[in-house]
């Protein structure tokens, strides 16, 4: 049966069809593969008519319990746990019956451990292409639903996890439900028209190399909402377009605006084990490059902070950071590289410290503060110092050398403390002129 004989079915027919000849031979193939898998059935007394009805995938990959609810007139929903707005619709008194249940990946890592979870995970996924065609396992080929072009398609309710969607093109097809595309792939995937209610996880929605079409995720003509996409490499492509309250998670992401913007998206890292602290700082310069090409400097001062936090954490690991360098440089060649990375790691923590790498210039503030205290606190109680045990003169002069007034009618004797005083004077200008840049920064939005 081709593509297009699947989108003209009804959402149900189609659900209907995969419950019947498509995701058996995967849950077969999971049963063979997956450690404890039977186990996990008979724990959580489930069988594949729960699993097929309501979310396959969502069953296996969830990050956290699910509650299946059953409403007044018969309907089933599935929820996470932490859905912020489950509370309400309990007091509401929608819900006839609830039943709590964890997810395959949730359930293993917490009963057989963190060693044997990531192992799992890590296996759990597309591993071959051939002949244009996804595989999972590198044995099963995925159901086949691109390459054609919907106009106006009833997209709300279909099961599309463990599916292709490469080369779909999607017309003014709206959807009042989330659609879940779960460890699916969805290369050369066009939106035209506004649409909304979209979740990618662990789903290949870019490939390197020539696959014979285009590779990014296009978005033109429309508002689109509520999309949202977890270690899916997003590679979007928005012409004359606006995406709203949507998330990123996972540092492979690229985008690319034309007369568009996007308001109200969440980005994060991600907890991918092979990302590394060079690679997450790479994924929040981008996201600062994409505000400020906006001309929005609030978000890109937001982002720029958590670009130089990694920049910072990656200086921690030199090796890695500078891998490619490293490894082929000699004994000494390795030591210039650590004493390069240390120094660089000094810098960032002294801008981390003292004004936030310019985007929280309160925290010069508070350190002039301290060093201020710290300061009089040395005037009072070192021996040599002429304002040895009164307090007052000693919070006074280090007031006035800090902020390098030198009014003379107080001054040090001993030379530690002139030295001292010295540097004192010097960090005061250092951390006023930080506040000053820091404050004018921030303070100036266009």
């Known amino acids: 049966m081709n593509a297009e004989k699947f989108w003209a079915m009804k959402p149900e027919q189609f659900n209907s069809?995969?419950?019947q000849n498509d995701y058996p031979r995967l849950f077969e193939l999971f049963r063979k593969k997956l450690p404890h898998f039977d186990t996990w059935l008979s724990s959580e007394s489930l069988n594949t008519e729960i699993i097929f009805d309501n979310g396959f995938a969502r069953f296996l990959g969830t990050d956290e319990p699910l509650i299946l609810c059953k409403y007044?007139?018969?309907e089933l929903y599935l929820f996470n746990e932490s859905l912020e707005q489950l509370p309400s619709i309990r007091k509401a008194g929608w819900i006839l019956s609830e039943r709590k249940y964890a997810p395959y990946f949730w359930w293993l890592r917490r009963n057989y451990g963190e060693e044997k979870y990531t192992a799992a995970k890590r296996e759990f996924r597309i591993s071959s292409w051939r002949g244009g065609i996804p595989y999972f396992y590198n044995e099963v080929p995925l159901l086949q639903l691109g390459n054609v072009k919907l106009n106006g398609v009833?997209?709300?309710?279909?099961?599309?996890?463990?599916?292709?969607?490469?080369?779909?093109?999607?017309n003014d097809c709206h959807s009042n439900q989330h659609t879940y595309v779960w460890y699916s792939s969805a290369i050369g995937l066009k939106f035209h028209g506004s649409s909304a209610f979209w979740n990618f996880n662990k789903t290949s929605c870019w490939m390197h190399g020539n696959v014979g079409y285009r590779k990014e995720m296009l978005l033109s003509d429309g508002n689109f909402q509520d999309f949202h996409f977890k270690d899916s490499d997003p590679h979007l492509h928005l012409v004359r377009s606006k995406l709203n309250i949507s998330s990123v998670s996972g540092t492979n992401f690229d985008c690319?605006?034309?007369?568009?913007?996007?308001?109200?998206?969440a980005f994060d890292a991600g907890e991918d084990e092979y990302s590394n602290q060079l690679a997450k700082a790479k994924f929040f310069e981008k996201i600062k490059s994409l505000y400020s090409s906006t001309g929005n400097s609030v978000d890109a001062g937001k982002y720029f902070y958590e670009e130089q936090k990694y920049l910072l954490a990656a200086q921690l690991h030199p090796s890695v950071t500078y891998r490619s360098e490293w490894l082929k440089s000699s004994f000494l060649q390795k030591a210039i590289i650590l004493i390069k990375s240390y120094f660089r790691l000094l810098l960032y923590v002294t801008s981390f410290i003292a004004w936030g790498f310019g985007e929280r210039p309160a925290r010069s503030l508070f350190a002039s503060i301290g060093l201020i205290a710290i300061s009089a606190l040395l005037y009072y109680l070192h021996p040599g110092s002429v304002t040895e045990s009164d307090s007052w003169s000693?919070?006074?002069?280090?007031?006035?050398?800090?902020?390098t007034l030198g009014y003379g009618d107080i001054y040090q004797k001993a030379t530690s403390?002139?030295?001292?005083?010295?540097l004192e004077a010097?960090?005061?200008?250092?951390?006023?002129?930080?506040f000053l840049a820091g404050y004018a920064s921030k303070s100036k939005q266009y």
Not at 394 to 403: A, D, G, H, N, Q
Not at 426 to 434: A, T
């Open 394 to 403: 000693s919070l006074y002069f280090s007031i006035v050398t800090f902020v």
């Open 72 to 74: 007044e007139r018969g």
């Open 426 to 434: 010097f960090g005061g200008m250092f951390l006023i002129g930080l």
């Open 256 to 265: 690319i605006l034309e007369y568009s913007s996007f308001d109200g998206v």
């Open 17 to 19: 069809w995969r419950k």
């Open 154 to 170: 009833v997209i709300s309710g279909r099961h599309l996890d463990f599916c292709s969607l490469d080369g779909l093109q999607i």
């Open 417 to 422: 403390l002139r030295i001292y005083s010295s």
